[in-house]
């Protein structure tokens, strides 16, 4: 949190006392032992004492909206203020567009590289194709070191409607190629990866909860159903939550009419139940929902409701612990506050916030503080009083307090990855080398492997392959460790072959690929087939 905050924008030109009327009034309009203008008034005062009296010039806005950040701070953790230039770069995740040509892109070699163009966009309509290099801008040459993700951004983002000229260099032609761009609204996709784990296992992955989620979801369950799919493996790891309508629209495809799927209630909010409608795409069948420490908010919502009714199992690492709501409230700048204003609960009545009575400092120590106690790596180092204990329709226990505990704990294997490994990937040597290995052998490949599953098939792991990358890394100040390599061989395989595969197919891809290392994925895989556990669990499927 301390991180998001000091990226704010510190700039406005609205009044402080106008800012302070807005703030106040949410927080001591019920407050019966305070006169709210006593401390509207005395904290107009006290900016009217430093604007007359103070020795040297003061930013009056800048210190406003640090007054606003830091008394939020004093809140929760999650309560926070976004500038108005702030507003809608946070908002354009969660809205699922935004406007711009439509590409996928990295600085490669001081060049804007095209990974791959949004499907349905603009870039795409004209032809534009992965592996293109982007060198001028409306005349300009773009490239070299001024040429960064925010150069990016601001020369090829733009409102609908607007136009932008590209000059592409793509290998194999003599001459670069010419393209007018008219921007238009880009999806901002939430789905990360669907695909058939086994010819009944479907997976799905969800990196958050926006306006466009479910459509996302309906579709790629269509697909995994034409493809023979009746179990799936929902995946919410690192999934750090979004929309409470949106959480809510997905845990009732999974359960019957009438229950509930969560709760919310505060002080100065009256309790408001969440209740599963009569539509549900997949109410029966076997469910797996994976989590982990980076499930967060809406994910819990899902995963405790599922839990919660024995509609499935759930499988990794206890989530985040997020219980609290937030409410956007827009101030007259066009800033905006998201102030908590209620908790959630789950069908069993749990609260799942963890903790925040230590202050913010002490809030984000918790994962550090996780890693310490061992819980990443032995489910009994977590321990919940017998007050969070809760029982599900079916008697099973489940426990309040800080996040949702799975019912089978997968620990974190910190074992198969080398210092020599962590040296690769901390100077993102995978994802340079790929993009180098691609642009040279693209062609090859594509006339190669028309289709993931030929891919997957038959890129093998190749020691010719694997000693080009380690001597590149080399030659890159990396020092090759033979025991390094040996002890992480398989991550490094599958790191690089999954980003080829991404870069030559699509995102869905790479989760694919990478999936033969997951051991979350695999162990659900198995308890899938096996089948037994459901049982064992009293699960309904």
């Not at 005062?45 to 008394?71: G, K, N, R, S």
Request: with cysteine.
């Amino acid at each position: 949190m301390r991180s998001v905050l000091k990226k704010i924008n510190f700039l406005s030109g609205l009044p402080a006392v106008h800012i302070v009327l807005i703030i106040m009034i949410p927080f001591f309009v019920y407050a019966q032992a305070v006169d709210p203008r006593e401390t509207i008034q005395k904290f107009s005062a006290t900016m009217q004492i430093i604007d007359y009296f103070y020795v040297d010039t003061v930013d009056q806005p800048e210190l406003v909206e640090t007054a606003i950040i830091e008394m939020l701070k004093e809140l929760d953790p999650h309560s926070v203020y976004i500038s108005k230039e702030d507003v809608k770069k946070a908002d354009e995740p969660l809205v699922g567009k935004f406007e711009g040509i439509g590409i996928q892109f990295q600085i490669f070699k001081d060049t804007i590289l095209v990974i791959a163009p949004v499907p349905g966009g603009p870039s795409e309509k004209l032809g534009i194709m992965a592996g293109d290099k982007i060198v001028k801008i409306n005349g300009e040459d773009a490239t070299g070191k001024e040429v960064t993700n925010e150069y990016v951004q601001s020369k090829l983002r733009g409102e609908k409607g607007t136009r932008v000229d590209v000059s592409i260099f793509r290998k194999g032609k003599s001459e670069l190629l010419d393209f007018t761009i008219i921007r238009d609204q880009i999806p901002v996709n939430s789905l990360d990866a669907a695909f058939m784990a086994s010819p009944e296992i479907g997976y799905i992955k969800l990196n958050r909860f926006s306006k466009t989620t479910m459509v996302e979801f309906y579709k790629a369950m269509d697909t995994l159903r034409n493809q023979g799919m009746s179990k799936l493996i929902l995946d919410l790891r690192y999934n750090s939550g979004g929309y409470l309508e949106t959480a809510h629209d997905l845990a009732d495809e999974f359960l019957g009419k009438g229950k509930m799927i969560v709760y919310t209630e505060g002080i100065k909010s009256p309790k408001t139940d969440f209740i599963a409608t009569e539509k549900g795409v997949f109410e029966k069948g076997q469910l797996i929902v994976l989590i982990n420490e980076g499930s967060a908010s809406a994910s819990e919502i899902v995963a405790g409701a599922v839990q919660d009714w024995d509609r499935g199992i759930i499988v990794g690492r206890r989530s985040f612990g997020k219980g609290l709501v937030q409410k956007p409230f827009r101030l007259p700048d066009e800033s905006v506050i998201r102030l908590t204003t209620a908790k959630y609960f789950t069908p069993t009545g749990r609260c799942i916030q963890k903790p925040y009575e230590g202050g913010l400092e002490e809030y984000q120590k918790d994962f550090q503080r996780r890693i310490e106690n061992g819980e990443l790596i032995h489910a009994d180092s977590i321990h919940f009083p017998d007050s969070l204990k809760y029982y599900t329709p079916a008697n099973r226990i489940v426990y309040g307090g800080g996040g949702i505990m799975p019912d089978v704990f997968i620990p974190f294997d910190s074992t198969v990855y080398s210092d020599y490994y962590t040296d690769l990937r901390r100077n993102n040597l995978f994802n340079i080398f790929t993009l180098q290995y691609l642009d040279d052998h693209r062609t090859e490949l594509q006339r190669s492997y028309k289709t993931i599953k030929d891919f997957n098939l038959n890129f093998v792991k190749d020691e010719k392959f694997l000693k080009s990358f380690t001597d590149y890394a080399e030659r890159e100040n990396v020092k090759y460790d033979q025991k390094g390599y040996e002890n992480s061989e398989d991550q490094i395989f599958y790191a690089l072959k999954a980003l080829i595969a991404r870069n030559l197919f699509d995102y869905s891809a790479y989760f694919e690929v990478i999936s033969v290392i997951d051991d979350d994925f695999l162990e659900a895989v198995k308890i899938l087939e096996d089948g037994t556990m459901f049982k064992k669990l009293s699960i309904n499927y």
